[in-house]
């Protein structure tokens, strides 16, 4: 409802964030939690900066009110669709691999693979439906939770679910033998060998252990995903330091999200160092990815401006 | 105390040397359960062990009595004071080798060694000062040490044992080398300069010159003195304008002989091996070559030694505030520092006035290196017992940054704040928080009350047990401090105890790599994140408000239209009621 987003907005945000800001640097210091999620990911309080709606325009409209400072710029650098290619390697999807290598737009291949069309020939609608799909799969949604998203029948859905798991066998198998595992041994592991505890998964009652069951396929998509960030950002402020870039900060994380404040006439060299050390996590002595990953810059005066 | 003996003989072994050789010579290595690089130890170890057993062995006709390792200071020394571009060319060790310098000063440990180093002084520096001692009690040396640096310390009752060479060094040897005999090396130095060390000395003089110069005018001061009387006009000229430069490089390559030393020479006495210490540290590097051949000459190891049954019993031993100190006067703070070096780990705990880093002032600090030992440095109190705030942090500053001596905290990433405030930036950091967030991530909460009651069976005193609450809270600064004292040292007490069973678990679980690959990189850098903060723009947001204000009123007049009453949206209750009795809408959706 909107009346509830807004009030939320207005009274965790707009309202509040003044109250944040330090009256010594007179800039806000969030606080980043390393071990408040069950997956590896980061949260953040004081403000909590990774609640802010993305959609939304008002969601937009906060995050303008992030600003660079005189002369400077914001940068953001946002994984592209990194879940999507983590699921790729990590079931080892064949047909998504592949148009992951020849950076083909992912949804519509969906589309047209489980509405059986051709490439050129899926319409919007049918790449929206498709999307829902690949989101909720990572998310590990229900055939309930799909029909409701895309606001079709509980049977069309199932039918959507069937041809894609029919399409993306590997997908199948993953979320089977991932369950299996976390039944057996109460936890899951990500790409990178970090453990997620679901203590739940064997209760009783269906409706928590479906509800864990989800999480845990998700939790090494998510996990992998905030590992890769993790090795990226450490990448980066080794790099800022080895050339001894004192005047650009990194500032904030928001999970596939990096924003930096540069010097405005560095932006463009500082913009290559960060996407050249993002990408190059591909490969690493912890994990080399069978796809690349590819790295979205945008500039602007605040935050809201960037997405 | 036992007396030093005219046929004493001491073995003074430049141990940084032999890491910087190791590291370099040897192949990277890595322990297979966690990862951690242990090539330097490894080469480090094979060398020692070798050179121990070569010294004591029936063929060397000067066995030693004595035997020390001494290593530089970790940080910047008195010659960066003298001049400051001394050693400015070295790069910082490897990423790779800072972690292992823990590792080192242990194994001189293991060996039943004495490791030794001071603050403030190189290593030679040390060697001299002892070399000086030694000679004074009539005994001799036998220094370790590839360093030309050191050949100024050769004289009678003094060897130089080069071992990259294998072989001792001889008077030929130096003059070869320097043009020069040992007592006038310091001279030639001063006058050539050394490149590596980015000693300046004078330009355009070499070695070769320098040597025919200190051998014509007998030493450096006398040479600058009469440097009008030479002929070349060039050579006279530099020497005239660069004086200054000769004589600060003269203070930077004499060794210092008199360095403020805190190790007595008897406590270098040479003791036997400790077996179960030392197969125990090389078990726990996983230097399984060097263990074997290590039994092979100390034999088997004693079943179940006395060490292990104390260690169980430490275990057992519940927590209790019989070991927690208070710091009344700023000189204790010593003892404990020294317990932290020796161990080279420390569990540290701020208190303070604020739960907001960036704003929070120091009230106390606590610190335990030894299981169920811990103490309380109290400077922020409204007491008379408080200590001197800056007093205490520049006591604790160089150890707080020394990168040889982890520091553990709970949430380390608030501490490092705070203390990056107050002008210190903790190095070689551990968290117990993290740890139980890579074994236990979805199994339990992480913070230290949990952690406490589950792994330690312990209930911790709670914060509010301290400051009590609601109208009857008082501020920390303002509490007892023998209380605050109990609080607080428990703090450091139960991290340094959640410490050691944690890194236990993550080896057996081998998932130490995730901790330190993963999470402790991760402390520093979201510490400069939250540090650097975001600027926001407070007038946009005062308007913003204002836009969602009316918005919102806008969607509440429809809303009370329809309802056809006034009621409170916010409430889910009442929101209910109207829709499902007043509205009988009873299949809307909930968007």
């Not at chain 2, 036992?2 to 990277?28: E, T, V």
């Not at chain 2, 008379?384 to 604790?396: A, F, I, R």
């Not at chain 2, 380390?412 to 990056?420: G, H, P, S």
Request: overall charge positive.
């Amino acid at each position: 409802m909107d009346w509830r987003q807004l009030s939320k907005l207005k009274n965790t945000y707009s309202d509040t964030l003044p109250e944040h800001i330090n009256p010594i640097t007179k800039r806000v210091h969030t606080s980043f939690l390393l071990a408040a999620t069950t997956t590896g990911r980061l949260a953040s309080s004081d403000p909590n900066l990774q609640n802010i709606p993305i959609k939304s325009d008002d969601g937009k409209d906060i995050r303008k009110a992030f600003i660079a400072e005189k002369d400077h710029i914001l940068i953001s650098a946002d994984y592209n669709q990194i879940e999507m290619r983590i699921l790729a390697d990590l079931a080892d999807v064949k047909e998504l691999k592949k148009a992951f290598k020849n950076n083909e737009d992912i949804h519509s291949l969906t589309a047209s693979q489980i509405f059986d069309v051709d490439l050129k020939k899926v319409s919007e609608d049918q790449r929206r439906k498709a999307k829902a799909i690949n989101f909720g799969i990572i998310y590990g949604i229900s055939q309930y939770g799909l029909a409701k998203q895309i606001n079709v029948s509980n049977f069309e859905a199932e039918e959507f679910l069937n041809a894609y798991f029919g399409k993306f066998p590997e997908i199948k198998v993953y979320m089977d033998e991932t369950i299996k595992f976390c039944r057996k041994s109460g936890f899951v592991n990500n790409i990178f060998g970090r453990r997620s505890h679901f203590i739940s998964i064997n209760d009783k009652n269906y409706n928590v252990r479906n509800f864990q069951e989800r999480a845990a396929i998700n939790a090494p998509i998510q996990g992998s995903a905030s590992e890769i960030m993790r090795l990226a950002m450490i990448r980066l402020s080794k790099k800022l330091k080895e050339q001894k870039i004192q005047n650009t900060k990194m500032l904030l994380q928001i999970h596939d999200e990096l924003i930096f404040e540069t010097p405005k006439n560095e932006s463009k060299r500082i913009s290559k160092i960060i996407i050249e050390e993002m990408t190059s996590v591909a490969k690493s002595d912890q994990h080399s990815f069978s796809i690349p990953l590819t790295v979205d810059i945008n500039i602007g005066d605040n935050w809201g401006t960037l997405q | 105390m036992s007396k030093i003996q005219k046929n004493d003989h001491f073995y003074l072994i430049d141990g940084s040397g032999y890491i910087f050789r190791a590291y370099y010579a040897l192949p990277p290595l890595t322990r297979k359960s966690d990862g951690l690089p242990t090539g330097a130890v490894s080469g480090f170890c094979s060398m020692l062990f070798k050179l121990l057993e070569d010294s004591k062995s029936d063929s060397n006709l000067q066995k030693p009595t004595h035997f020390a390792v001494i290593f530089d200071s970790a940080r910047k020394t008195f010659r960066n004071e003298i001049y400051n571009d001394y050693k400015a060319n070295r790069a910082e060790a490897p990423d790779d080798l800072a972690p292992q310098f823990e590792y080192i000063r242990k194994s001189v440990l293991a060996f039943n060694l004495p490791s030794v180093e001071l603050l403030n002084y190189e290593a030679d520096d040390l060697i001299a000062t002892y070399v000086n001692q030694i000679l004074e009690k009539g005994a001799r040396v036998t220094i370790v040490s590839s360093d030309k640096d050191l050949m100024q310390l050769y004289k009678k009752n003094v060897r130089i044992y080069d071992p990259m060479k294998n072989k001792f060094i001889s008077e030929d040897d130096i003059t070869k080398k320097f043009g020069v005999s040992s007592n006038q090396v310091i001279d030639v130095q001063s006058l050539a300069g050394d490149s590596s060390d980015n000693v300046p000395g004078v330009p355009g003089i070499g070695v070769k010159t320098a040597a025919e110069l200190i051998k014509k005018y007998g030493t450096l001061e006398k040479l600058l003195d009469s440097a009008d009387e030479i002929k070349q006009n060039k050579r006279r000229q530099t020497l005239i304008e660069n004086k200054d430069k000769a004589l600060v490089s003269k203070r930077l390559v004499t060794l210092k002989n008199d360095a403020p030393i805190d190790r007595n020479l008897d406590e270098f006495k040479l003791k036997e091996i400790d077996k179960d210490k030392l197969y125990k540290f090389l078990r726990e590097m996983e230097f399984n070559r060097l263990l074997s051949s290590a039994i092979s000459i100390y034999g088997e190891p004693d079943f179940l030694a006395i060490k292990d049954q104390n260690e169980i019993k430490e275990k057992k031993n519940s927590i209790n505030k019989k070991e927690y100190y208070l710091i009344n006067n700023i000189d204790e703070i010593d003892s404990w520092i020294k317990d932290a070096e020796e161990v080279g780990e420390v569990a540290v705990d701020t208190e303070t006035s604020s739960l907001d880093p960036h704003q929070a002032n120091l009230i106390g600090i606590s610190l335990s290196s030894v299981l169920g030992k811990a103490c309380y440095i109290p400077i922020g109190h409204k007491s008379e017992k408080c200590l001197d705030k800056n007093s205490v942090l520049k006591k604790l500053k160089p150890l707080l940054e020394d990168p040889s001596i982890k520091k553990i905290g709970q949430n380390i990433k608030f501490d490092f704040i705070v203390f990056f405030k107050h002008g210190i930036e903790l190095n070689s950091i551990e968290d117990t928080m993290l740890m139980s967030y890579v074994l236990d991530a979805g199994r339990n909460r992480h913070n230290m009350d949990t952690l406490a009651e589950i792994h330690l069976d312990h209930k911790t005193i709670t914060f509010k047990d301290l400051v009590g609450s609601g109208k009857k809270e008082i501020k920390f600064s303002e509490v007892n401090i023998e209380k605050a004292k109990d609080y607080a040292a428990e703090d450091a007490d139960v991290t340094f105890r959640l410490y050691k069973k944690f890194k236990k678990s993550l080896q057996i679980e081998k998932i130490s790599h995730i901790y330190e690959i993963f999470e402790k990189p991760m402390i520093k850098i979201l510490a400069f994140m939250e540090i650097e903060g975001i600027k926001i723009d407070n007038k946009f947001l005062k308007t913003l408000s204002l836009k969602f204000q009316k918005k919102i009123e806008k969607i509440q007049k429809e809303v009370f239209k329809l309802s056809k009453k006034k009621f409170n949206i916010a409430s889910p209750k009442q929101l209910g009621e109207i829709i499902y009795n007043d509205l009988k809408i009873a299949n809307l959706k909930k968007n």
